[in-house]
């Protein structure tokens, strides 16, 4: 199968690249990037020197549409838009990892992204794959809309329960924490060496464009209004996502009970691993995986349960998870080319 | 004045020394090294050649009480609780960083610490030295109980607004993330440089002993019985502890409202810096200072308050609220050696 | 074909144990640990959890011997010299990741390693495993020395211009630079987090074991006796190692010149990758792979050549060059599994 | 004394009014941003909130030279040779951490900085400010060139054994490490925190500016004409510079043989700390602190001596260097408001 991947500077895409040199089926056709057409990936990302002899090309749909099959979107918010509609068109299956065709209520995307939204026939025939939960409907879908980080790991840990009615949705409380690859490899002064190492940084407290991604599917999978706490800091490591979790339980239950919860829900789901009782999971423990590792910890004297999910943000929280999605799309096992294990230490 | 510390080659006692080579007021005259006592303590920490010749001493009480004015403690627990009872019978006075004298009720502290209480008379007797809240009682104080680093770094955050009934006591999450001088010199896989560059790991949730040290502060304050959610993150960096603390508001209030609270009560306190609105700490802007710097965001859309406090904690967190309190003591003006800018970048 | 690890809870093991399992052609059928036997490895890695079920074995050498075709050591000196005779005998191959073999000249072995040599027929009929220069006796070796990982940076670096005739041999001079897994997983205060974290710290100048490793090669390939100066600096940071190097030229050459020899030499060795004028490697663009990359500057005012070398010390200067060997030992191409890019960011 | 700090947004000048909020005798009454003139210094550094209130200034020499009696530049190439001359004629001194005036042949200043250079004049009469070796010099001078950061580190460990004769001037090696402050707060890839992050990068290698400071310096003292080969490296932390340096024996020494010259020469200069034998020391052995430390390793074998020197990039290398100076002009004791300790950890 061809593939073409948009957005070739990225780290998005450079992650896409790595896991698919790794994949049996499929051979990325073209590297797309409208900044830097023409350049050597090797002389952007000198780590492929010798491997890989792409030179990025400019978008060109009408010569892309006759050789690929599908497209990875590894772009801004505000490009896939543009783009994907026809691709799709023509019988060109896209899976994109930025957040435009991920609302649904086409109101919330303006008001967070700050920018108009995609075309409402494509976001409403997009499926948001989130591939733990969606699989049926990503198996027939032409678009996905690959989920942002922050809700692959808060969802992956929060909707089992919630599902099961075990903890209650108001008190939901989601305290995300981040490596600097998720800013990707724009510059900024947050991101800057100096400033960022030694440091933790708190950021768009309340104003992050991930909170309505996650209202919405949790309000999909339980009928449920909810309104989620989340906050999001900045830290001094390259990749990797933990979101602390804490919500009240509706009744009493055991660290066991909610444990064997999450065994039931995920024990054919090869790529969500349900730590035990005292074995909470690092970031490290997934670096460069697909992993999403889960720990949970109920305190009796609170009446809380703390759930601690952690993945890599370029692979499942974004990359990884894509590849994934595009397993699924084609009936191949979703394991393909995707089970290496993390990189440790 | 002159003064020993006890604990010499752990962090606390290093930063201990370090801050009070800047004290126009004390000398240090003995530094207590049970397990390294004969060493040159430039042999231990070479950053002091050249500038401080100590060599460890064994615990001599009788040498000390004649000689000295002032015990600082920066031991582990169990330790301060055998000898501080007789310094201070014999008119020497006692600033423990330990958390041997914090717990009033000793069921507590074996609850916790898994060992057995102080002396009940001292720990009675002993003022809790969190400066901003009982400068009155550690004027007159023989015995200082100095406040843990995640306690500090929370109740000045919680307290203005627990006390003015602006939040629901009943709603407090603390998301604690400190580096890892908190866990001292003592080596651990968990804090082997290999293991934790680059990771984030959770560590003792729902188990953490300055939980009832927070629990009982709030108490003492609001006359309320709370139990906090309190979870703790080991971050790849040296210093500092953040806290990013969750709750819901009892009323509407908007940022500005709950910052106006803040500055209100902080305005005489100088080691306590409050952030205007959209603005919100980072640690490493108060990296080897004593300040205590708190940000606020308000969500309308949840009706919770987050609020952001950082310290350093090997400072504000350990030595320098010990010499904020020596200060206050000795009726000096509490940021007397202290005001030094952090150290940024 | 059936491996056996042993040294089961060092980073040589666990990074055998990760690339292996992307081998199309190996079953690591045993894992022995002498301190952990009987532990399951996800309970000492919990990153294997969900993929890997090994539980640690002591060492029984009776039954690997009849179950077993290749034993990979990756342990501390002075344990394979105990164990890989009697597998030998038995017709199972070792590759000795560890110096217990590298050292033909016993004094050399005792001296700086501080320990007792190996015995002798066995240290003679050992080929040393640097897979660029020896691949026709590892073609036929039941036992392989692995090479150190500085001086797989090192030999890669310098031998092309050395045999050559471009350098001076007594001008050499090698500042390594390794990120902390090199000291692997036992805890020091050198690589406790604290005292590393933003910090660089010289150590072993002068006395380290690679250095003889080094001599005893370029003596072999050049005919000259050497003596090197070499000194090794701990750097915060997790993998890699980079080497840079100085020596004076025999004649004046160019950049370019001297690219050209290094092109010549590796044009047929996919992992050495020779940079273009200008390119220097840095140490994360080989990271978790068997790459080594070289760049070249000469500085026309001095007369000098500076190499810079980089490699992942767990891969290509340890585990994955043990299995590049083994590759070439069974006849596979010699990239068999370990074509991975590097992880990058 | 009153003082300007020109650069008020860079890392130099804000180091120079930590160190100077600590000094007894000085005032700095204004800092001078071109590109940040208006802005309140806690809006774009909030560490100092609530400390200092500086509005940053444009440049008006006009008034400044009324009120000023001496001016810091922490500027970029090229600033203060425009403004320095002007202040002079006025009667106030000038210290420039720049590299504008330190260069004597002005071809070179052209050559390595590629640009014009100062006026004549005043390149001429501009001492430079290597504290340790001009003292005298400097108490008389106007304007002072203070040293780069690499020179500093390098000469303190050159000078005493080249004016010696202890050591072949043309066999130097200078292997330098820096942490990435000494890049300033400029935005570039090679300081993004993905991209340095875990990573070490050589730069520059023959071309850094630095090098013909040091060649002059060298001759300057020597008499001889030496070409040095001079490499840098950025590591992955924020502060600290160590200078590894290679250079042949003129005649057998012991490294206590060596270390002698060393004390001998530094026993009236307490910022230069000489460690023992087998003692060498870390960039965090004197981080945010003026000292520069020097180990020494004679290696017998090779008859090359290693030297391990190292500074805190922005104090010794930078601002704390430039107060000495002011110290050593004013008359007052060198070390006044500077003999803070490292911050250790």
Same mark, same amino acid.
């Given at each position: 199968?061809?593939?073409?991947?948009?957005?070739?500077?990225?780290?998005?895409?450079?992650?896409?690249? =790595?896991?698919?040199? %790794?994949?049996?089926?499929?051979?990325?056709?073209?590297?797309?990037?409208?900044?830097?057409?023409?350049?050597?990936?090797?002389?952007?990302?000198?780590?492929?020197?010798?491997?890989?002899?792409?030179?990025?090309?400019?978008?060109?749909?009408?010569?892309?549409?006759?050789?690929?099959?599908?497209?990875?979107?590894?772009?801004?918010?505000?490009?896939?838009?543009?783009?994907?509609?026809?691709?799709?068109?023509?019988?060109?299956?896209?899976?994109?990892?930025?957040?435009?065709? =991920?609302?649904?209520?086409?109101?919330?995307?303006?008001?967070?992204?700050?920018?108009?939204?995609?075309?409402?026939?494509?976001?409403?025939?997009?499926?948001?794959?989130?591939?733990?939960?969606?699989?049926?409907?990503?198996?027939?879908?032409?678009?996905?809309?690959?989920?942002?980080?922050?809700?692959?790991?808060?969802?992956?840990?929060?909707?089992?329960?919630?599902? =099961?009615?075990?903890?209650?949705?108001?008190?939901?409380?989601?305290?995300?924490?981040?490596?600097?690859?998720?800013?990707?490899?724009?510059?900024?002064?947050?991101?800057?060496?100096?400033?960022?190492?030694?440091?933790?940084?708190?950021?768009?407290?309340?104003?992050?464009?991930?909170?309505?991604?996650?209202?919405?599917?949790?309000?999909?999978?339980?009928?449920?209004?909810?309104?989620?706490?989340?906050?999001?800091?900045?830290?001094?490591?390259?990749?990797?996502?933990?979101?602390?979790?804490?919500?009240?339980?509706?009744?009493?239950?055991?660290?066991?009970?909610?444990?064997?919860?999450?065994?039931?829900?995920?024990?054919?789901?090869?790529?969500?691993?349900?730590?035990?009782?005292?074995?909470?999971?690092?970031?490290?423990?997934?670096?460069?995986?697909?992993?999403?590792?889960?720990?949970?910890?109920?305190?009796?004297?609170?009446? =809380?349960?703390?759930?601690?999910?952690?993945?890599?943000?370029?692979?499942?929280?974004?990359?990884?998870?894509?590849?994934?999605?595009?397993?699924?799309?084609?009936?191949?096992?979703?394991?393909?080319?995707? %089970?290496?294990?993390?990189?440790?230490?």
């Amino acid at each position: 199968m061809k593939v073409a991947i948009v957005g070739g500077t990225g780290y998005g895409s450079i992650e896409l690249i =790595r896991l698919l040199q %790794m994949h049996p089926h499929v051979e990325v056709s073209a590297v797309v990037s409208h900044s830097q057409s023409d350049s050597a990936l090797a002389d952007i990302y000198p780590h492929v020197t010798g491997v890989l002899n792409y030179t990025l090309e400019s978008m060109d749909i009408a010569k892309l549409k006759e050789s690929i099959d599908l497209v990875f979107f590894a772009t801004p918010s505000g490009i896939s838009m543009k783009y994907a509609p026809e691709f799709i068109e023509n019988g060109v299956k896209c899976i994109d990892l930025s957040g435009d065709f =991920r609302l649904k209520n086409l109101d919330e995307y303006e008001q967070w992204y700050k920018g108009l939204p995609a075309p409402k026939a494509f976001v409403e025939s997009a499926v948001y794959g989130l591939s733990e939960f969606y699989e049926n409907q990503i198996k027939s879908a032409s678009l996905i809309a690959n989920p942002g980080c922050y809700p692959t790991a808060t969802l992956l840990a929060l909707l089992p329960i919630l599902k =099961r009615g075990i903890i209650d949705p108001n008190t939901i409380v989601i305290d995300g924490k981040t490596g600097a690859s998720g800013a990707g490899r724009g510059l900024s002064l947050s991101t800057h060496y100096t400033e960022l190492n030694d440091n933790v940084r708190a950021y768009k407290i309340g104003e992050h464009q991930h909170t309505p991604e996650m209202e919405q599917t949790i309000y999909a999978e339980t009928n449920q209004l909810t309104k989620v706490t989340f906050s999001t800091h900045l830290l001094p490591m390259t990749r990797g996502i933990m979101c602390t979790i804490y919500a009240a339980l509706e009744e009493p239950l055991s660290t066991a009970d909610v444990l064997q919860q999450y065994r039931g829900f995920y024990q054919n789901k090869p790529f969500v691993r349900v730590r035990s009782e005292g074995n909470l999971p690092t970031t490290k423990e997934v670096y460069g995986s697909n992993f999403c590792d889960i720990g949970v910890h109920v305190d009796d004297r609170t009446g =809380r349960v703390t759930i601690v999910s952690v993945i890599d943000n370029l692979v499942k929280g974004a990359s990884g998870q894509a590849i994934q999605n595009m397993n699924i799309m084609n009936g191949w096992n979703q394991t393909t080319g995707l %089970m290496q294990l993390p990189v440790y230490p």
